[in-house]
């Protein structure tokens, strides 16, 4: 009887695990140079990337010749031995003994040289296996794990808000109108108003999912489609929705330290901005950090109304953890917050993320009084007959409540270290793209 010994499979996560045995990486070739009798072979696998070193003479020619043929992104698997070492990227290299293409790639789009954005993101599908964005996609991820995490610990119950919506909760000058049989329907902006039935029932509840927003503003903070991720607590008011957030925040940037330190060095990620994240944030009323901005040569800000970009990335480069801004006046907020003892205020808050980032986290206490809750649907124009279920919630055993709401893709391009919120979702959307 014959057997035939394999060697395990292994992936470049786990080198680590392998060092001096062989092994059999599949994957993709991701750069390649050559020297007389030797490829080198960079290979990445969607675990890691691993330098592989072929020798003439190990493979023979064929083998040989058919390798330095190969193509940016052709697929193939390696079968080597594991050598740690120092120098190498990664810390470790393959020594290669034999090995199988599954396709030689055609002549690929993304080469290293600099390419334009606009090029990049038409071939998103492609420019997805970058080392870049494999790093930024892979710390999305992990916030999002984290995020989870941190609110199962809490024992927040995870609650799915719907899509398709009857009323608007964040103005109605952005909404998404989609038909729907013989009535429309609107694409949800944010799942609070049906967190707030949830957290009605279970206390302490969080939504996530996309939310749309019909946004002609090309910044580098807007998408129309992004995810949102949306607490919502019975018997709490405003500081508490601070201290959560707050809370969350520490929690999820220590984890992404320490466990996506690998990805935030392929992003070149300055660490001590984020081991700055301790907790304790300052916080700014509206009316302090209005003082700022009219003192501030580069604000063109006007008192009583909201903050601009600039304006954001004037207060947000101030201090070196995020800045809690609260009480704005309630003449430009959502209907729903609750208002402070004057009735000008609005009970809420902003969190602005440091370095320039801007607001990552909007959110306060809502109004739980059923008059003055009907009162704002009318001051706001919203139609009475679209919120009764709303105001349910204020006939039948109201309490005070809040919370937040987290732009995910914002608070994965912060903790990233990235401009532009596009590249922190795997197929943004925007004004200007539907493609890929
Ligand atoms: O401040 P916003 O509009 O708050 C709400 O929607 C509340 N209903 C949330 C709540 O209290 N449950 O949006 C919350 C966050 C913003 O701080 C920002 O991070 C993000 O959502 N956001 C966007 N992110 C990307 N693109 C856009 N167009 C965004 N609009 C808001
Ligand atoms: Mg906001």
Request: charged share 25%; with cysteine; proline share 4%.
């Amino acid at each position: 009887m014959t057997t035939t010994t394999t060697a395990p499979k292994a992936t470049i996560r786990h080198l680590a695990d392998f060092v001096g045995q062989t092994v059999i990486l599949q994957g993709w070739l991701y750069n390649k140079s050559s020297k007389g009798k030797l490829h080198f072979i960079q290979l990445r696998d969607g675990t890691g990337f691993c330098q592989c070193v072929a020798f003439k003479n190990d493979l023979g020619e064929e083998l040989f010749d058919q390798l330095g043929a190969l193509g940016q992104e052709s697929s193939l698997s390696i079968t080597g031995e594991v050598a740690a070492d120092d120098r190498a990227p990664g810390g470790f290299e393959i020594k290669v003994k034999s090995a199988h293409v599954y396709q030689a790639a055609e002549e690929y789009p993304i080469t290293p040289k600099e390419h334009g954005v606009d090029f990049l993101h038409n071939q998103r599908h492609l420019w997805l296996r970058s080392k870049r964005q494999w790093a930024l996609l892979r710390i999305r991820d992990r916030v999002i794990y984290s995020l989870r995490t941190f609110f199962a610990n809490e024992e927040f119950v995870n609650m799915d808000s719907p899509i398709f919506t009857p009323n608007a909760c964040e103005g109605t000058s952005n909404l998404f109108e989609v038909a729907y049989f013989d009535t429309k329907a609107y694409l949800t902006q944010s799942g609070q108003l049906y967190g707030e039935a949830g957290a009605m029932a279970h206390r302490n509840i969080f939504t996530f999912g996309p939310t749309f927003r019909a946004e002609k503003s090309k910044t580098r903070r807007h998408l129309t489609e992004f995810w949102m991720l949306e607490p919502e607590m019975a018997f709490a008011e405003l500081e508490d929705v601070i201290q959560l957030a707050e809370k969350m925040i520490v929690y999820v940037v220590k984890d992404v330290l320490d466990t996506r330190a690998e990805e935030l060095k392929v992003l070149e990620r300055d660490f001590s901005k984020l081991e700055a994240v301790t907790g304790g944030f300052p916080r700014l009323t509206y009316d302090e950090a209005a003082k700022i901005l009219e003192e501030h040569p580069d604000s063109e800000f006007v008192y009583g109304e909201d903050f601009g970009a600039k304006d954001e990335t004037i207060l947000s480069i101030m201090n070196d953890q995020p800045l809690v801004v609260t009480h704005y006046p309630a003449s430009f907020k959502s209907f729903y917050m609750k208002r402070d003892e004057t009735g000008t205020k609005a009970l809420c808050v902003d969190i602005l993320g440091p370095e320039g980032v801007g607001e990552i986290i909007g959110g306060s206490q809502r109004e739980d009084d059923l008059a003055l809750m009907q009162e704002r649907i009318k001051e706001h124009e919203l139609p009475m007959d679209a919120f009764e279920w709303y105001n349910d919630l204020r006939r039948f055993g109201s309490v005070p409540h809040g919370g937040f709401g987290l732009g995910l893709e914002r608070f994965v391009g912060w903790i990233s270290g990235v401009e532009h919120v596009r590249e922190t979702i795997p197929f943004p959307r925007m004004m200007t793209r539907l493609t890929p």
